[in-house]
Structure formats: structure tokens, C-alpha cells
């Protein structure tokens, strides 16, 4: 491909008027993400219908940035080489979190529950479950 | 970074007839923006750690606040968003300009961005102005956030009150001291005092009953209801808990004027759409520790966050700074789509912390 092709590949036939519809659309995806939080949300009891619908939004913002803005549409393929690799190994990098970090709460030492946050009502019986279960065991071991 | 299918110098000067001289590029883009691309992906890595980190943390953790009980306001953050979107477009259209090479237009939308990152970095500033006035800090000196009512908790608005009642001691004796009782200052410190008293009553009695362990659903609902006193203004039950103290009717008495002043419309005006509003907020003196749970990870994972952001458009606007003595022709044209790549990138990070943070 030489230089001249190159440049002309390179966002010319964007026009402006795309940019403008692109602004638009953002706009109107973030007033959505916001509905969310006014009262006419049909959702309230359910946040996770509110959340995987924020997601679903901002997933699709993105992507208008990344297209658009970013001319990333309008480039050649060496674009995949650069962003799928970061995104598998951001994707490995979060996984890796889940045994330790999200799943903490399921081993709870007595010191741990001790100084950690009171849970929520509706969350409570699984949590104090557990830590008798702790409790119960460090005794039959103390009793060994 | 390009493979060449000419043959060397010396091979070319021999045989002039060679049919490709052709130079192929092995990746059909600039230096600079395989160099920023490069970077973006690493930023694609450190983000993605951040923000999953966020997730995990979040959706793992025993209990999580509320928006409106660490004082996030969501227009807030619908309006910065709106700002960052709208510099996403002015920078955009900068590029469309040096493309033109309309120099001069190129450095409107690039000063204009500038203006707006500016905004955006000013509303955070005044949000992060907002979490310390209330005590949200994410280290220890300085944050009066506690995971729950507990005796700790009790014990460390003790200390406040007392050291606050010490002080207001030493200012009252000093105006006695001076012969200016009946100055307004002099007024001011006797009231404090006087609420001053009601709590250290109040308080002394539920800590008192949750120390001595005699009914723990008792004392764990009291120690509750102070925490909701001084977090939210809820009213606290009538009478002293721990009836066989000599001070029982002075806790009694001490209940009653504090409920006074949660019944206080006036007040309750004022708060509506704040989020949480105590005694704390009416009396900004206070400054007593404060009870959310999950509030500490909470505080450390909204400021990690939103400070490594922060910290990117501070770069981006040092960086549109520095281009608005140059002049943004079409010589330009491929720097200003550098930074432009990587101000998206910003705007792209805000546009997942903002549900995140705001919204979830």
C-alpha cells in the first residue's frame, strides 16, 4: 500500500456530519445510562436488570468512540494484532482476582469477621452461617 | 518495524534493470501512532486491572454503600460525562481541521478541549472537596469512616466528644476569663456545649449498656441508632438503656432534646436530595466518626480510580497546553490524532466508571 492510498483510507470520507450523529447518539446512550437512576426506571427492586442495562450501554458508547473517534472502523487489520491480545490478558488479569478477592467472603477467619463490614439485612443469614460453621470448627479442633 | 524487499545498495548498483524497488512498510501506519497504539494497549491492561479490580471487589464484599451514603451525586457525574464527550468531539474536529490544514480552526477545537478537560478535573475537584468535608478519606489519619457500630465505633466518638468538650471548656473559662459572656462567640460556644453534653450523656449510656453485655440485641440496636443519629438523623428511642446508673435521668433528658433536633423541619428542608444528612451535616463542627459499611474499600477503590483517571487528563491537558503556541496545519495533522487517540482512551475509561461508580 502506498503512502498516497494509505492517507486516503485514513478517515477522509468521514465527514463531519458523522461526527455530529456520533455526539448524538452519545448523548443519548448517557441520558439512558442516567435513566436508570431517575423514578421512572421500571426496575427498582432488580438492580442487576439496571446494571447488565448500564453495561450493555456503555459497551455500546464505547464502541461508537472506538469506531469513530478512534478511526479504529477505518483501519487495516493490524488493529487486531495491538487490541486483542490487551484484551485477553486484561481478561486474565480479572479472572485471576476472582479466587482470592471476590470469593474472600466464603472463608472467613473469626479476626476477619470480627472487623469487617456489618452485612445488609437481607444478606446476613449466609454470612453469620458461615462464621458459626468457623466457630464450630476451631472448637471441635480446640477439642482435639 | 518495516520489511524491505529491495535488494541492498551494492546488488541495486549492479543491476539497474531489477523490476520492485518498492519500500513496504510492515505495518501500514506512522511511527508515533504505532507508538501511541502500543501505549493504549498497555492503558487497555492497567485500566481493565483497575476496573476489574473494582468489580471484584465490589460484588465479593460483605456489605457496599450507597451512592447517596458516601455523598455521590449522579448529575454530577452525568455532567462530567457530558463534558468528556463533548471534548471527545472538539478534539476530533481538531483533527478533521490540521487535516484541512486549517490551522487557526485546528487550535480552536484544541483550546476548547483544553477548557473542557478543565471542567471536568474542576467538578472532580470539588467532588473530592465534597468526600473530605464529610470525613470519606481513604487513609487512616484523616478518614472517620467505621465498618460498624461497635464498641470501637462508640469509644471513638467518645474521644471526639470529649476532646471537643476540652476545647470549648478552655474557650468558655477564657471568655469568663475576659468578662465577654455575653458575647455572641461566647453564645455560640455555650450552645455547643450544651449539645455537647446531650450527646457525651447519650452516648455514655449506650456505651454503657453495649459494654456490659447484658442484652446484646439490646446494645447492638443502640449502638445503631447513634450511628444512624449522627449519619442519617434518625431519632433515637426515649428512654436511658442502662436504668440502675445515678445518671439515667440525665441520659433521659439528654434523649430528649437530641430527638428535638432530629424533629426539626427546618433541617429536614435543607437535606432533601443531598443523600445522607446527620448530625454531622447540621453541625459541621463535629466532625464524629461515622458508620458505612464498607465504606473504607469503598473509599480506597473510588479514589484509586478516579485519581489514576484524573491523573490521565491532567496529562492530556498538559499536553493540549503545550500545542496551543504550535501551528496545527496539515504538517501536525498526525500528532494532534496522537493525542486525540489517546484523549478518547480517556473518555473511554470514564465512560465505564461512570455507571460503575455512580450507578451501581
Known amino acids: ?36 437512576y431517575s423514578s421512572y426506571w421500571p426496575f427498582p427492586d432488580q438492580p442487576n436488570i439496571g446494571r447488565a442495562f448500564m453495561m450493555a450501554v456503555s ?45 474472600r467472603g466464603r472463608w472467613l477467619s473469626e ?32 477439642e482435639h | 518495524m518495516a520489511t524491505t524487499h529491495a535488494p541492498s545498495e551494492a546488488e541495486h548498483g549492479g543491476h539497474d534493470h531489477h523490476p520492485s524497488l ?25 485500566f481493565a486491572a483497575l476496573i476489574g479490580t473494582y468489580i471484584v471487589i465490589r460484588f465479593g464484599a460483605p456489605a ?82 467505621y465498618e460498624k457500630a461497635d464498641l470501637n465505633y462508640a469509644a471513638a466518638v467518645r474521644h471526639r466528644l470529649e476532646s471537643l468538650k476540652g476545647e470549648y471548656d478552655a474557650q468558655a473559662a477564657q471568655f469568663q476569663q475576659d468578662e465577654q459572656q455575653d458575647s455572641e462567640a461566647a453564645k455560640q460556644v455555650q450552645s455547643r456545649l450544651a449539645l455537647l453534653g446531650n450527646l457525651i450523656a447519650y452516648e455514655r449510656d449506650v456505651e454503657t449498656a453495649a459494654a456490659t453485655d447484658q442484652n446484646v440485641a439490646a446494645a447492638r440496636a443502640a449502638l ?12 433515637v428511642g426515649g428512654t436511658a438503656i442502662v436504668a440502675d446508673d445515678p445518671d439515667a435521668d440525665k441520659a433521659t433528658a439528654a434523649r430528649a432534646e437530641l430527638n428535638k433536633l432530629v424533629h426539626d423541619e427546618e433541617h429536614h428542608e435543607e437535606a432533601a436530595g443531598h443523600g445522607a444528612h446527620g448530625l ?35 496529562v492530556g491537558l ?30 473511554l475509561v470514564w465512560i465505564f466508571l461512570f455507571p460503575l461508580l455512580y450507578l451501581f
Open chain 1, 59 to 103: 459497551c455500546t458508547k464505547a464502541m461508537l468512540v472506538i469506531l469513530f473517534f478512534m478511526h479504529v472502523k477505518y483501519e487495516a487489520n493490524w488493529k487486531y494484532v495491538l487490541t486483542i491480545p490487551a484484551a485477553f490478558m486484561s481478561l486474565f488479569l480479572l479472572l485471576a482476582l476472582v479466587p482470592d478477592i471476590g470469593m
Open chain 2, 22 to 46: 518498492e519500500y513496504h512498510p510492515g505495518l501500514p501506519l506512522s511511527n508515533g501512532k504505532l507508538i501511541v497504539w502500543l501505549f493504549l494497549s498497555t492503558e487497555i491492561m492497567f
Open chain 1, 1 to 36: 500500500m502506498s503512502e498516497h492510498a494509505h492517507a486516503h483510507d485514513d478517515g477522509h470520507d468521514v465527514g463531519l456530519a458523522k461526527y455530529v450523529y456520533v455526539f448524538l447518539a452519545l448523548c443519548v446512550l448517557t441520558s439512558m445510562s442516567f435513566f436508570t
Open chain 2, 224 to 235: 445503631n441508632e447513634m450511628a444512624g443519629l449522627i449519619m442519617h438523623k434518625e431519632p
Open chain 2, 64 to 145: 457496599w454503600p450507597t451512592p447517596h451514603d458516601v455523598h455521590l451525586s449522579e448529575p454530577i457525574g452525568a455532567f462530567n460525562t457530558f463534558v468528556l464527550i463533548c471534548s471527545s468531539v472538539t478534539v476530533v474536529l481538531g483533527l478533521e481541521a490540521a487535516k484541512a490544514n486549517k490551522a487557526s480552526s485546528a487550535k480552536g477545537w484544541i483550546l476548547a478541549t483544553l477548557v473542557l478537560g478543565s471542567v471536568f478535573l474542576g467538578v472532580k475537584l470539588y467532588e473530592y472537596g465534597q468526600k473530605f468535608s464529610h470525613g470519606i478519606y481513604p487513609v487512616d489519619p484523616h478518614s472517620r469512616i
Open chain 2, 280 to 314: 454531622n451535616d447540621d453541625y459541621e463542627w463535629l466532625k464524629l466518626p461515622i458508620v458505612i459499611p464498607g465504606g473504607n474499600m469503598w473509599a480506597s477503590t473510588y479514589f484509586l480510580l478516579t485519581g489514576f483517571h484524573a491523573i490521565h487528563v491532567l
Open chain 1, 111 to 142: 479476626e476477619r469477621r470480627l472487623y469487617m463490614a456489618e452485612p445488609p439485612a437481607e444478606t446476613e443469614e449466609p454470612v453469620v452461617k458461615h462464621a458459626e460453621a468457623g466457630e464450630g470448627g476451631a472448637e471441635t479442633e480446640a
Open chain 2, 318 to 347: 498538559i499536553v493540549f497546553a503545550i500545542m496551543i503556541p504550535m501551528t496545527l496545519g496539515v504538517a501536525a495533522a498526525g500528532f494532534v490524532e496522537n493525542i486525540g487517540l489517546y484523549w478518547h482512551f480517556v473518555d
